[in-house]
């Protein structure tokens, strides 16, 4: 998907500044690529714990405080991804109905990443927190979260 959508957008600059010409159809193929790239990467970088962690004030705390801040910032990404899944469903409602304009791709295929995205990143947040209460019941608190993968 980063090569298609690479390509789309060098071929769109190609085909404005070489030719006066508009690819709308690029422009859509290129967006889509780059929905799929954010939505379906992310829920694999937390569940692998590569992404962007900001840590500074979290590995000042005690062990055991550090693992129940960890858990509820899991529970808090759950809830955003119920929100923001409601939030989508409402849309679709609406949105569902149209297509893009230069593809007439159906929106419902279009955001389809998207909201998959989205599920997948709540079943990765909830996995991370049942590994951690996991940790916290064993006493495991040894491994911090930042490391690598939780286990």
Known sequence: ???????????????R??????????????????????????????????????????????????????????????????AFLWGGWLFMERAGKFSTPALGMPNLVFYAPVMLGMVLLLAASLVRCVRQLARLRRGDLSAQQGGGPLT
């Open 17 to 82: 500044d070489g030719f006066h010409l508009g690819l709308a159809w690029a422009d859509e193929l290129a967006r889509y690529a780059g929905l799929t790239i954010v939505y379906l990467t992310a829920p694999l970088l937390l569940l692998a714990n590569k992404h962007v962690l900001v840590d500074i004030l979290i590995n000042v705390l005690p062990n055991r405080l550090r693992a129940a801040v960890d858990c509820l910032n899991e529970v808090l990404m759950a809830l955003f991804c119920v």
């Open 1 to 15: 998907m980063l090569f298609a959508m690479s390509a789309l957008v060098v071929l769109q600059v190609i085909a």
